[in-house]
């Protein structure tokens, strides 16, 4: 089989966007005379047939992506505000309009179904991914468009794109070794968000068991709770304890801010006395903080826009689910909350 050029390719070659290409066969909106012609040259230079299903149904779409959050327990981290971001402007570039649906855990699949069939969205971004998440299993049997921003424990057969956890925690842990570090904490989500089963908070945990234990360390792993308050209060109860660690990983935006502001409170010094990385952070965060905190940037705002265009082409019939796969890594950003293992 030949090439076959596609809505894409039509665009690109108009120098228009993918919408404007969809608008212009549908009749969906209206389009400028001038543009209108450009696109029907490019169509008749690149011999471009439109599939008369596909017209049909860009006739019936709402231009409306629909984001979903599930009801976690938790407090949203810079992060996911950024994923909001990225894909509110992706899919604007696109000529769609993103809206946040907050749904339930159980029966949120079930409802963005019903969103989607009544025409108020074209496709879901699912949030905030459980590694076992009924919203997909609903999602998949109504044979509806979506995009994890996210992974289930097997998400083989879904669109998706993801943090690296196992490059993003290992990479930290190795890194405070490298510095003397052996007592090495990893303070995670609230045990609420281990025991339903939140991806970020199940994984993060289960990788850096096997970084610990591979480089031959005891590993030590705590729940906190999403809060400023939370974090105060474990600084004190870590540094009371007989073999205190020496350096924390923490997967925990929130009490990350709690932690420095309790070590301070005792007279600490950071790293001095005990260093402090902010895994799967942002640079906002550590503008935050004194000092300021030395971070593994998830890259939330590339993450979104990467899931706002993958759903839209999912949507155009250009790609299946299992063409975009994708884990991004996280940036080790400089702070000075660092340092080499204290002296005994």
């Known amino acids: 089989m030949g090439w076959v050029a596609t809505m894409q390719d039509v665009a690109k070659r108009a120098n228009v966007a993918v919408s404007?290409?969809?608008?212009?066969l549908?009749?969906?909106r209206p389009v400028a005379r001038a543009t209108a012609e450009r696109?029907?040259?490019a169509m008749e230079e690149?011999?471009?047939e439109p599939n008369a299903m596909a017209r049909g149904l860009a006739r019936r779409r709402s231009y409306t992506l629909a984001m979903s959050f599930p009801e976690f327990d938790t407090a949203m981290g810079e992060t996911v505000f950024g994923i909001v971001r990225g894909a509110q402007r992706a899919a604007a570039e696109l000529g769609y309009h993103l809206a946040v649906w907050p749904v339930s855990r159980d029966r949120g699949g079930a409802e963005l179904a019903t969103i989607v069939r009544q025409g108020k969205a074209d496709g879901v971004l699912l949030v905030e991914v459980a590694v076992a998440d009924p919203r997909v299993s609903h999602l998949q049997e109504a044979e509806i468009p979506f995009v994890l921003v996210g992974r289930t424990e097997d998400s083989s057969a879904y669109a998706y794109v993801d943090i690296d956890f196992?490059?993003?925690?290992?990479?930290?842990?190795?890194?405070l070794h490298a510095l003397g570090h052996e007592r090495i904490a990893f303070v995670g989500r609230p045990q609420?968000?281990?025991?339903?089963?939140y991806g970020p908070a199940v994984r993060s945990r289960t990788i850096y068991r096997a970084s610990m234990e591979s480089l031959g360390l005891a590993p030590a792993t705590v729940s906190c709770d999403a809060s400023p308050v939370a974090g105060r209060q474990l600084a004190r109860s870590l540094w009371a304890q007989a073999n205190r660690p020496t350096a924390l990983v923490v997967l925990n935006d929130m009490a990350t801010l709690g932690l420095l502001a309790g070590f301070h409170e005792m007279g600490l010094d950071v790293p001095g006395d005990i260093s402090v990385v902010g895994a799967?952070?942002?640079?906002p965060l550590s503008a935050m903080t004194y000092p300021p905190l030395t971070t593994s940037h998830g890259p939330g705002e590339e993450m979104g826009a990467y899931a706002a265009q993958a759903l839209v082409a999912l949507l155009d019939g250009q790609i299946a689910p299992t063409d975009c796969q994708r884990l991004v890594?996280?940036?080790l950003v400089a702070g000075e909350t660092i340092g080499p293992v204290p002296a005994p």
């Open 39 to 41: 696109i029907r040259q």
């Open 26 to 28: 549908s009749g969906a």
């Open 329 to 331: 890594r996280c940036a």
């Open 192 to 197: 609420t968000q281990v025991a339903t089963g």
């Open 46 to 48: 690149l011999d471009y």
């Open 280 to 283: 799967v952070s942002s640079r």
């Open 20 to 24: 404007t290409v969809s608008y212009a």
């Open 166 to 175: 196992e490059e993003a925690i290992d990479s930290v842990v190795r890194r």
